[in-house]
């Protein structure tokens, strides 16, 4: 079993039977949009709770679940077993940059279990004036600014909003792409229109950071398997 475990041949079978997987996913999606078009507004677990009737059809979602799990656990397993070897400083980064790599893999994975476990997302709509709750936040809408910007044909908003934190106030101004984010809360301007009102995007997700500890582990490994390989030049 630990043979199996530690196989590069493992590894690619697990990739390439990945791959295959979500291959066989794409093309359920145009042909599901009522259940699929939904994906992205909730937490995966959330989602698949949310259709756990329809398990014909989102079953390939949790083979790929299943299949990343199994994946960890081999990363896990090859890391372990190359830092029980014996390691030279002459071949430090050539054998530890590939585990670094995988390390960071993991980080990326276990970033998105915890946002799709514990995470949610959340659109709410209000008009100028009104206040509402989220979470333990406080938040009022002040003004909706409708712009449009040099060079672009599509009509931009602004939403003016002041966030009371347990007692601590907020203001801030947020766009589409520039959200303000407080109490590990996002807030996003998703759309507005002339008679003041707005959809509020409202994230939480926790997993972010793992997200990039793991992106920044992956670019430390990557680079260290491109300088052992251009060392032998």
């Known amino acids: 079993m630990l043979k199996l475990l530690t196989s590069l041949k493992t ?5 390439g039977i990945s791959i295959l997987v979500f291959l066989a996913g794409s093309l359920y999606i145009p042909k599901n949009l009522e259940i699929f078009s939904e994906i992205n507004d909730f937490p995966l677990f ?3 709770y949310n259709n756990r009737d329809y398990p014909a059809k989102t079953y390939w979602i949790y083979a790929e679940i299943l299949l990343m799990a199994f994946l960890s656990v081999n990363m896990v397993v090859c890391t372990i077993e190359a830092l029980l070897e014996k390691l030279s400083r002459r071949t430090l980064i050539q054998r530890l940059s590939p585990h670094i790599l995988h390390a960071g893999v ?3 994975l276990f970033g998105h279990l ?14 100028m004036g ?13 003004q909706i600014e409708l712009v449009y910007i040099k060079g672009e044909n599509q009509q931009r908003w602004r939403a003016s909003v002041s966030v009371d934190d347990k007692g601590e ?10 959200p303000f984010f407080v109490s590990g809360l996002g807030l996003f301007a998703k759309s507005a229109d002339e008679n003041g009102r707005l959809v509020l995007g409202v994230v939480h997700d926790p997993g ?11 670019l430390v490994g990557a680079a260290g398997i491109f300088l052992s390989k251009y060392s032998k030049l």
Do not use: C, R
């Open 130 to 142: 009104e206040t509402t709750e989220v979470d333990d936040l406080v938040v009022s809408l002040k």
């Open 11 to 15: 590894t690619l079978y697990l990739i």
């Open 114 to 127: 915890v946002s799709g476990t514990v995470g949610f997302k959340k659109d709410i709509t209000m008009y």
């Open 106 to 108: 993991l980080l990326v």
């Open 46 to 48: 959330q989602w698949l």
């Open 208 to 218: 972010v950071k793992w997200e990039i500890a793991g992106a920044l582990l992956f």
């Open 169 to 178: 106030l907020f203001h801030a101004v947020i766009e589409p792409a520039k």
